[in-house]
């Protein structure tokens, strides 16, 4: 099992451009949550995702970004319109399906996106 | 408000002392923390769960919900150990659970020599 996996693992945007960032859950998870690392920050939660259905995006920005875990294919989290402020290691987690106890989630190695 | 501080930005220690990572939190119901470790260049990994009170690594920690606390403790420090620490709640709410995790801001534990 190769774990949860993201790419890039490095983006650079120019303001106003798009960033979209992958993450490919562990084999067996159906379960995907995304956080934001700020410098000097710890991590934030972002949002949660199920196969097609986003459970809670209660930590996402109003506007501009955007999740989505398709029934084929990696998750992807879009920044659209990139500011300065965007910039940060974006790190995706995945659990595999819950049956009424609790489940740890399991990291990957985070996208660092810079913006210039 | 849901809430996990860590007071420590920085905890250095010699190798063999003991090492005690501060952890409180804030939240209303029943709670489940964890400590997730970042070694140099490797990702986020869970060290420990509450429920599970076990020990790795020759770590453990206790949940004192009486001091809203669960601290990171280990006797004697080894240099492998020099990593971040982060702790981290998840709270269960009925009708829509969801198992988003709350982190603290994070301990860098350096090892000296």
């Known amino acids: 099992n190769a774990g949860v996996m993201q790419n890039p693992r490095h983006l650079v945007r120019r303001r106003g451009q798009e960033a979209r960032l992958r993450c490919s859950p562990m084999k067996g998870h159906s379960h995907v949550y995304w956080y934001r690392q700020l410098p000097e920050e710890g991590l934030k939660f972002m949002v949660y995702l199920q196969k097609e259905n986003i459970i809670d995006e209660s930590g996402m920005p109003k506007e501009r970004f955007s999740a989505e875990f398709p029934k084929e294919g990696p998750s992807i989290l879009r920044i659209q319109q990139v500011v300065r402020g965007d910039s940060a290691a974006y790190f995706c987690?995945?659990?595999?399906?819950?049956?009424?106890?609790?489940?740890?989630?399991?990291f990957g190695p985070g996208t660092r996106l810079t913006v210039t | 408000a849901q809430r996990v501080t860590q007071p420590e930005k920085l905890l250095s220690v010699f190798k063999g002392a003991p090492v005690e990572l501060k952890c409180n939190y804030s939240?209303?119901?029943?709670?489940?923390l964890f400590w997730y470790v970042q070694y140099s260049r490797q990702r986020l990994q869970l060290l420990l769960r509450?429920?599970s009170r076990e020990s790795i690594k020759g770590f453990t920690a206790d949940l004192n919900k009486g001091e809203t606390s669960f601290h990171l403790k280990k006797p004697f420090a080894q240099e492998e150990d020099s990593a971040m620490y982060y702790c981290a709640l998840s709270g269960l709410r009925g009708g829509g659970a969801t198992n988003k995790l709350i982190f603290g801001t994070g301990t860098l534990l350096a090892v000296q020599p």
């Open positions: 987690a995945s659990s595999p399906p819950q049956g009424g106890g609790s489940v740890w989630q399991y």
């Open positions: 939240y209303s119901g029943s709670p489940e």
């Open positions: 509450h429920i």
